[in-house]
């Protein structure tokens, strides 16, 4: 037997019912001709991230997105169809029509992200927009129930990728069979590498992988939202609160004075309240503040760290001696060892909060001019750091033990 199946197709038009955020308002996605993208706020949600940056990857055609460093709350890197000004390929961002940092917003906030990636950009926004104008608008209250939205998330990472270092003895293997090729002696006769083979010295002849001593190959972040959103026919609100802690790849001994869980800590408030005074005349405030906490090591440079841990060899110096003292390396700031770097050189703590006040005004003038209005819009912007580093020069010991009675 055989059945016939007939499919019927219909037109679907919804798409093109969407608005697009343009520098002048919101026009129907069907009669926008510049070169925009949209991302809604429910797939910037999705990502898990406290960056909307982040959640932006692979989402937007045209729009090269990279951080600038592994460390937590690093910069994002973002440039909109290529590099538009030497030295500089930034975006204008636009929060609300306020110009402002993006990567303070929490992304469970974002309602939709609008990027203007052409002439559009800089129709309205001049020489600002020539690289692009990232449009950001927020979640606002709608006039209904109060509801209330809670999520708590927790995410474990692994470091995948990185470089394989071999032990003690088979560098000093290799090193020697170096330096035999270009014709020297060996640098490691057979009984010190028995030594180093079987540990039978670990002050003289160590065999360390600094890797392992400054890294851990996992890390936890923890996410925490609260919303809630609401109104009548007068009034509507949206209030969120949020917070996050994400630990560090570092390994930091725990014996260490300094010791103080290296982490990247934030917290966040946003407030968006919509008043209609009148039938034509709409009063909104909006307020934004964000506070984040980064706790480092107190080595000047973290590069150093990870500049030591590949070019020191393992049979250099050892962690620690045998007596305690801390091992140096002749002077040379990026070949100390790591693990001094890491937990006996201080501790840096960096504290930045941010807050943005918003007051708009919009007046319909319809009854004069057909789609004619107003708008007023003022801001407000407090910006604080305050950065303490407790760094400290360690009492470093270049023990030898040949010498030592």
């Not at 037109?11 to 026009?27: F, H, K």
């Not at 600002?128 to 979640?139: E, F, M, Q």
């Not at 994400?246 to 014996?255: F, G, I, L, R």
């Amino acid at each position: 037997t055989s059945s016939v199946i007939n499919v019927v197709l219909k037109e679907d038009t919804e798409m093109l019912d969407e608005v697009v955020v343009v520098g002048y308002g919101v026009q129907k996605k069907k009669l926008v001709t510049g070169a925009t993208v949209q991302v809604k706020g429910d797939e910037i949600a999705k990502m898990n991230t406290t960056n909307p940056l982040q959640a932006m990857q692979g989402q937007t055609p045209g729009v090269s997105i990279a951080s600038t460093s592994g460390q937590p709350g690093a910069d994002m890197k973002v440039s909109i169809r290529g590099l538009g000004t030497v030295g500089n390929s930034a975006p204008l961002y636009l929060i609300d029509g306020v110009g402002g940092d993006i990567s303070t917003l929490n992304p469970a906030d974002i309602e939709r992200i609008d990027v203007l990636k052409d002439a559009s950009a800089t129709a309205m926004y001049g020489v600002r927009g020539a690289n692009g104008v990232v449009l950001v608008t927020t979640k606002r209250g709608k006039q209904e129930k109060l509801s209330f939205t809670a999520r708590a998330n927790a995410t474990i990472s692994w470091l995948k990728r990185l470089p394989e270092y071999c032990d003690g003895y088979n560098y000093a293997k290799l090193a020697n069979e170096a330096l035999v090729v270009r014709g020297d002696d060996p640098k490691y006769t057979n009984q010190e590498l028995d030594i180093i083979k079987y540990g039978l010295d670990t002050d003289l002849y160590p065999d360390v992988n600094w890797q392992d001593e400054v890294l851990k190959r996992s890390y936890w972040q923890q996410t925490y939202y609260l919303s809630a959103r609401g109104g009548g026919s007068i009034a509507r609100y949206f209030i969120s609160l949020n917070g996050s802690n994400e630990t560090s790849a570092y390994q930091q001994d725990k014996s260490s004075k300094y010791f103080k869980g290296l982490a990247y800590n934030t917290f966040g408030l946003r407030a968006n309240i919509d008043i209609d005074l009148t039938k034509t005349t709409k009063l909104y405030f909006g307020v934004n503040a964000n506070k984040t906490i980064r706790n480092l090591p107190g080595a000047a440079d973290t590069n150093l760290i990870w500049s030591a841990c590949s070019k020191l060899t393992p049979v250099t110096i050892p962690v620690v001696y045998s007596n305690g003292m801390l091992p140096s390396a002749n002077g040379v700031t990026d070949e100390m060892s790591p693990y001094v770097l890491l937990n006996h050189t201080g501790l840096k703590q960096e504290e930045e909060f941010t807050s943005t006040y918003t007051l708009s005004l919009d007046q319909d003038l319809g009854m004069l001019i057909k789609g004619l209005k107003l708008n007023i819009q003022g801001a407000y912007t407090n910006d604080n750091a305050f950065h303490e580093t407790r760094y400290i020069i360690p009492e470093l010991w270049s023990y030898d033990k040949r010498n030592a009675t």
